[in-house]
């Protein structure tokens, strides 16, 4: 949703995913204090992924907050092609940057 701040997800909710018997992990928190939310004066951010348990699969991704409407593409990305939460965490995304904080949301 192109809101002020953004606001976007792809993939299962969390409500989904239980109902589907999914074992995963829930990693969420508010991020209004890191820095990629600081240096543009946005202190309204938050984050939800969703980790299958023995696949790593991402199986949602839900954000709030500056660049989710661009960030919320990279989810999309690993998640179409089987990208684990692992593997895309090796990747070296460009600091500081929305895309360099992935790591530490998966």
Do not use: C
């Amino acid at each position: 949703m192109f809101t002020i701040p953004p606001l976007a997800a792809v993939g299962l909710s969390e409500q989904a995913a239980h109902q589907q018997g999914l074992r995963f992990r829930r990693n969420n928190s508010a991020i209004g204090d890191w820095y990629s939310s600081l240096r543009v004066a946005e202190k309204t951010a938050a984050y939800k992924v969703l980790v299958e348990e023995g696949t790593g699969r991402i199986l949602g991704a839900h954000l709030l907050g500056p660049a989710a409407e661009e960030t919320i593409n990279l989810f999309t990305l690993a998640m179409r092609f089987n990208i684990t939460a692992e593997q895309l965490k090796q990747v070296l995304f460009a600091y500081p940057s929305h895309a360099s904080d992935m790591k530490f949301m998966l």
